[in-house]
């Protein structure tokens, strides 16, 4: 179970566990957006750009830091839903990069209703390398605790 709106201490850091890029995430991902583009699936065309390589989509990264932060039981199952995202990218996630998430809670709301607050949370993105590859704030509607949860 997740944290609660009330359990998340403002400017307190999480780290991530870090997660592997793959081949077959970026394919996976191609076929689910329908987003074909050259610098994710032809190694040929990447091999004449900058990267030199085909890097990830960066809205495939954006989700594996969601991913990797429900992992940590930060958000899963008292997240009520995603008010609002916004999201820079920095740097290109290649295949074979280790990506991992800082989270920070950077805003709390409560809601006019007892059941729920707004959580602003801060992620940012980093590879193995330590290198910062994208910054984003994600604002939730999130559970509060009942008077029988404490």
């Known amino acids: 179970m ?3 709106f009330e359990d998340f201490d403002l ?3 999480i780290t991530t566990r870090g997660r592997t890029v793959g081949e077959g995430d970026i394919t996976l991902f191609a076929g689910l957006s329908g987003d074909f583009n050259p610098l994710h699936v032809d190694s040929e065309y990447c091999a004449g750009t900058p990267f030199g390589e085909r890097i990830a989509h960066g809205p495939l ?3 594996m830091a969601i991913g990797l932060m ?3 039981n930060l958000i899963d199952a008292t997240t009520m839903g995603l008010l609002d995202l916004h999201w820079t990218f920095t740097g290109p996630v290649k295949i074979g990069d ?3 998430a800082v989270v920070t809670a950077v ?3 409560p809601s006019r209703k007892p059941d729920r607050g707004i959580v602003t949370l801060r992620l940012e993105v980093h590879n193995q390398r330590g290198e910062h590859i994208q910054t984003g704030h994600l604002k939730l509607l999130m559970k509060r605790r009942t008077e029988d949860q404490g």
């Open 2 to 4: 997740g944290l609660h």
């Open 11 to 13: 400017d307190s850091s």
């Open 61 to 63: 990264t954006l989700a």
């Open 70 to 72: 429900s992992q940590q």
């Open 98 to 100: 280790t990506v991992h």
């Open 107 to 109: 805003e709390k709301i």
